[in-house]
């Protein structure tokens, strides 16, 4: 394992990302700031309680997962599709470093914004609604997971992009539609029977679901079943990684 490489990759992530932290942590931390305002604030004051929860904290939760989910694919995938653009992708791959090691240095560095991101928003959320947070050690877990998950699906479009308007195509049209109607802002039980279950062939629901349990100890769907659904999903997202740099697929584009 070439240590040097992965903490030079790392590095040089970790400092774009304090070169830019208006758009990278500022931006997203004061977006979510303003659900908390209307929706935690405002309209959850004038709402009844969920499971026992104030609707301001419960949806703290999906909130939290709304922001990480993004960021995770957008930090991975500009991360890996900026040397390609430029060309220095060249170096990259004439250097002796490995896939995995440059996984390892792109992944883990949009990872780590993604979590500072998460407990960041979650600080913030402490000054709009009271909340607490039952299962502190598979919250983290949780969060942890999900951002190396989505971190390496975001690395995948980031290869798999061939301009700059595709890097937002899949967080905007896919990803976002599926965080809300996953139940960020509302229980799937409360939904009619027949949308439950259409609710349940989306990813999206097991992750809140999963994350909203660590705070509360309520969710939708079972525990174990978030967790690997998650798992499932990394699997696969490293089966995918794996074929791209063994085939070499638009690497070079």
């Known amino acids: 394992m070439n240590l040097p490489a992965v903490r030079a990759i790392y590095r040089f992530e970790m400092a774009r990302t304090f070169r830019t932290l208006t758009q990278s942590i500022v931006s997203p931390v004061l977006s979510t700031s303003l659900y908390f305002i209307v929706f935690g604030t405002a309209i959850g004051s004038r709402m009844g309680e969920i499971g026992g929860t104030s609707y301001g904290a419960f949806i703290i939760p999906g909130l939290i997962m709304l922001s990480l989910l993004n960021e995770s694919i957008s930090n991975a995938s500009f991360g890996i599709y900026l040397p390609k653009w430029?060309?220095?992708i060249y170096e990259l791959l004439s250097a002796p470093v490995s896939p995995l090691e440059a996984v390892l240095g792109y992944v883990g560095a949009a990872s780590t914004k993604s979590v500072m991101l998460g407990l960041?928003?979650?600080?913030?959320?402490?000054?709009?609604?009271?909340y607490s947070i039952l299962h502190p050690f598979w919250m983290v877990a949780f969060l942890l997971l999900t951002a190396v998950t989505?971190?390496?699906?975001?690395?995948?479009?980031?290869?798999?992009a061939d301009d700059f308007q595709k890097l937002q195509v899949i967080p905007l049209m896919v990803v976002t539609p599926l965080t809300f109607l996953g139940g960020a802002f509302y229980s799937i039980g409360m939904l009619p029977p027949f949308w439950q279950k259409v609710a349940l062939f989306n990813p999206v629901v097991y992750l809140i679901s999963g994350f909203r349990w660590s705070f509360y100890g309520q969710s939708d769907v079972n525990v174990v079943l978030s967790a690997g659904m998650t798992v499932a999903f990394l699997l696969v997202c490293a089966v995918a990684i794996a074929w791209i740099f063994r085939t070499g697929y638009k690497l070079r584009s």
């Not at 960041?120 to 009271?130: D, E, G, H, K, S």
């Open 86 to 88: 430029s060309g220095t």
């Open 120 to 130: 960041l928003i979650l600080l913030t959320a402490r000054f709009f609604v009271p």
């Open 150 to 160: 989505f971190s390496s699906f975001g690395f995948i479009i980031g290869l798999w």
